[in-house]
């Protein structure tokens, strides 16, 4: 396996100024691996109940997806999760979370995953990611997300955790969260110096940054003319970032800008659709196509200034 | 005169995390022109009382810009703008605010202002706005700045505006707002049809893009690790860009792109102290080397995807 991902496999409800669905197949690591089949093989560890449509499962084997690591149990109901967006997409309501099968999760890692290069802890509690942690064999590179929540409940944990992970991936709120600072470049310094080599800070729709100890940079979002649903564009670019990753089987600091590029292009696609409609419908042409969109976005020449 | 400025002349009592200060010197102009006088030869149209330090007058004065349009009224209180920013300073509270003799403000032109090949019209009323480009002659570039409460109260007359602008410039919800959409993207489309050739959307510590019919430019803001005042980073930035495309006389792509970043730079510092504290001391040097960070900043290889 190239690239393991763990995290939700959920169920979703979800309402937007652009329409609804009603659980529809959602999880931090059912975008995560969808977007990461695109460059590598993904696979997923995580849990759902007997409830859990087979057309999802159909869904993801499609793509390509491994799911060795899915655990399913059937006398259980998988995790499900309804929220809402208003106008501003960067903000949302969560309105009913069931964590199911969910909480009692412990991730179990199959043997032919122990010794992926690529590994991704996704938002779950920071006990769990350092479980996982445990049961893996010097993987070349670990990316972590986490949410509000853990930074709430599970602090400690969660600082333990960050000694141990090369990569720090959350949006600004929760980068200040964290940190406890007020601006996301010394919200940035203070999580380097807790342990992760990169912090990565998604800026919804603004793009993203990649802060590193003698290294800044920062990307917009491709522009997206109608948004329809965010859910999931966090898990899609930490997806396609790892799976591009393994692809070219780098970790300088150029292929981590290049990650970059691709995760922020997998999550444009991403939020283009419900669920994860638009992101299954992706051609390698289309995902090339706005990577070189984005690079046409923000190139300028040398600025020399008059005396 | 290369960049004629028309705006507010203020002071301005500020509280943010990191501190306060009481009167001090502020308004729109008054950034802008500080601003574009490290590149071009600013003049100012403005108006205030016979209460504005004459210490203000000198610093202006001492930093180049052209004071002949800026009108005293010996009699009269100058404009008095009150606000507070909490922790995270994209937003802030206006506290009161005291027209006093802006209330009857109606720029003039000098005679020496009216061939001036860049024009920024600040934030004021869009029918004052329409009176100023009546005075000028064939201006090459003017930039329009706006704000919600002429979207509310000044929509018309605003509409009218941006058929004779060259340039919006507006933040993301001033965007959302006059064009009724809720993704930037969708609403710097809308605006491009309205008038202006290029509308940029400033994202406060995110960065900024420029849209175009065929274009689209974006760059993050300098990492700036302990902004004390994020007043007048707008209008630093408005100043800055201007100013600089003044000095280079151009107004292509290439040459409006250099403008943005060198905006997004002059803001930046803005940022860095209270009122116009940071900006007055800078050198050419410091506003080079954030140029050239903010060019590696945005740096990547061409992305090549792999079968």
Redesign the interface.
């Known amino acids: 396996m190239d690239v393991v991902i763990v995290g939700s496999v959920a169920l979703d409800s979800i309402e937007t ?1 652009s329409g609804a669905v009603e659980r529809a197949l959602g999880g931090s690591a059912t975008y995560a691996s969808i977007a990461a089949s695109y ?1 590598a093989r993904a696979g997923v560890v995580g849990v759902v109940g007997g409830d859990f449509p087979h057309k999802h499962i159909a869904t993801l084997r499609k793509r390509g997806v491994d799911l060795e690591g899915l655990e399913i149990i059937a006398g259980g109901k998988t995790f499900f999760w309804r929220g809402r967006y208003e ?3 960067n903000e949302r309501t969560t309105l009913e979370t069931q964590l199911n099968v969910f909480e009692t999760f412990s991730p179990k890692m199959p043997a032919s995953y122990r010794r992926c290069p690529f590994l991704l802890l996704g938002n779950i509690h920071p006990e769990l990611q350092m479980h996982v942690l445990g049961q893996v064999e010097r993987p070349r590179l670990v990316l972590c997300d986490t949410m509000n929540l853990w930074i709430d409940t599970a602090l400690k944990p969660l600082r333990r955790l960050l000694r141990r992970v090369d990569i720090l991936c959350v949006n600004d709120g929760e980068a ?1 969260q964290l940190s406890g600072k ?5 919200a940035a ?1 203070w999580l380097l110096k807790a342990g992760p080599r990169r912090v990565i800070v998604k ?1 919804g ?3 993203c ?1 990649m ?1 590193g100890r003698q290294s ?5 979002a491709c ?5 329809a649903d965010p859910t999931g564009a966090g898990d899609s670019f930490a997806g396609g970032f790892l799976g ?1 990753l393994a ?2 089987g780098r970790t300088d600091e ?1 292929a981590l ?2 990650a ?3 995760g922020a292009v997998m999550a444009s696609f991403c939020v283009e659709g419900f669920s994860v409609g638009s992101l299954l419908r992706l051609k ?1 042409a289309d ?2 196509a706005r ?3 984005l ?9 020399r ?3």
Chains 1, 2 share one sequence.
């Open positions: 100024p460059f106008a501003d997409l200040c007020t601006s996301v470049t010394a310094e800026r729709s603004h793009g940054s802060f800044f940079f920062s990307i917009p522009p997206v003319r109608r948004p591009y692809s070219c150029s800008r290049q970059l590029v691709v390698r995902v090339a990577c070189r969109a690079h046409r976005a923000v190139q300028f020449e040398p600025i200034l008059r005396n």
